[in-house]
């Protein structure tokens, strides 16, 4: 069952300005004034245009009875798009005292993986024994929860290595956040699937590195691992889970051929969304110049505003790409929006940052700290004066995502 194409044109514009409005009751119901709640609602908008450089993403995907539009954003209408929303008014209203609550944590669960990829930024923790009980990361989720996390997305190691309790979590948690897996795909079968959606699972994200499946086996470490991705994305989408797929974007891999084939392959798969994110000098890639040339992140730019925007890409996955908002206007991360926490329960600004904040079991108010430092560790990804001045992408198709033929 290949799922609908994303939803387009009218349909996308009857749904968004029903999202508008939603926003606009919510304003409301701060403000108890129109006008003000007009304001707010604009200034939501500035912030939006702002992230996307003026290219917000034209199109929508519905899943069972709610419509999506990011990776970062739980589906509409939920308890947790609500949270979300709250958040997001809570930043322009300040009158909350705590008016920036977490929006997206990636947990990481287990050590345990089966694959020994190129570019792993976990590669030093891979395997060891799991540390953290039960109990303990059920502590650690509630803590979560407790602080307004909207999504929470299952990691590792491969988090299917702990599958009975990445289930029992997910099902025992409390109503307003959205769940989802980041897998290799490697032990999804159809009955895991189905628990998984049982247990309240919002979607599965697969990494997939390559369209060619002996690339992607070699950077993934093991001949099966092309097989194991493809047939997740298969088995998840036939159970109705929301599908993406994840890139790691790499000097060799970066090229129009490369990115034109992945993304019809996407398409093909009937994935929702591809993740683009940028190989970073850590894990095993520690030591090691993996900095993408200006030519590169030129094409990884114009292929994200144009796939979102243009209407000759309007079948093709949404795509999410964190590196084209955190060069313009600053990092989610450092516990703002965004936060890791490894399968030891450390405490960290993102995945990609070995700036350690603390424990979530042993400093109760680990979770709790916001870091203003993520770019000591993170300096690629702060306000770049050469990327403030790159060109504004060209609407009308000339952009370098015209390779897409």
């Not at 004034?33 to 200034?43: I, Q």
């Not at 995907?61 to 709610?66: F, I, K, L, T, V």
């Not at 060619?212 to 109705?240: D, L």
Request: proline share 3%.
């Amino acid at each position: 069952m290949i799922p609908s194409p994303p939803i387009t044109g009218v349909y996308a514009r009857i749904v968004r300005i029903s999202i508008k409005l939603y926003v606009l009751a919510l304003a409301f119901l701060r403000c108890r004034s129109m006008s003000g709640s007009f304001r707010v609602l604009h200034s939501l908008k500035k912030m939006r245009l702002q992230a996307a450089a003026d290219n917000p993403i034209s199109k929508l995907h519905r899943a069972g009875r709610r419509y999506y539009w990011s990776l970062i954003a739980p589906g509409w209408p939920s308890l947790a798009c609500r949270r979300f929303l709250d958040s997001e008014l809570n930043r322009v209203l300040q009158t909350h005292e705590r008016s920036h609550r977490l929006r997206v944590v990636v947990f990481g669960i287990t050590t345990v993986c089966p694959l020994n990829c190129e570019h792993c930024y976990a590669g030093n923790l891979l395997n060891n024994a799991d540390t953290l009980s039960f109990q303990q990361l059920r502590e650690i989720l509630g803590a979560l929860q407790d602080r307004g996390v909207s999504i929470v997305q299952w990691s590792g190691g491969e988090p299917l290595c702990r599958f009975d309790d990445m289930i029992q979590l997910t099902r025992q948690a409390r109503e307003g956040t959205d769940f989802w897996v980041l897998t290799s795909g490697a032990g999804l079968t159809d009955s895991k699937a189905k628990a998984l959606k049982k247990a309240g699972m919002t979607g599965v994200n697969v990494s997939l590195d390559h369209w060619n499946p002996e690339k992607h086996n070699s950077f993934r470490g093991t001949p099966q691992a092309y097989t194991w991705a493809t047939q997740a994305i298969e088995i998840a989408r036939e159970n109705g889970l929301v599908v993406a797929i994840t890139l790691c974007a790499t000097r060799d891999f970066v090229n129009e051929d490369n990115m034109r084939l992945y993304f019809q392959l996407a398409q093909d798969m009937g994935v929702r969304f591809v993740q683009i994110l940028e190989a970073r000098a850590i894990g095993h890639f520690a030591g090691r110049d993996v900095t993408l040339t200006r030519n590169q992140y030129d094409l990884l730019d114009d292929t994200f505003a144009s796939m979102n925007s243009q209407k000759r890409w309007r079948n093709m996955p949404i795509v999410t790409y964190h590196g084209y908002h955190q060069r313009r206007i600053g990092c989610f991360g450092s516990g703002d929006r965004f936060m890791y926490i490894d399968p030891y329960g450390d405490v960290y600004p993102c995945p990609f940052s070995e700036m350690r904040i603390g424990n979530a079991i042993i400093d109760k108010d680990a979770i709790n700290t916001l870091s203003s430092n993520c770019d000591r560790t993170c300096d690629r990804y702060v306000l770049s004066s050469h990327l403030n001045e790159s060109r504004r992408m060209d609407r009308s198709g000339s952009s370098a995502a015209s390779y897409l033929k």
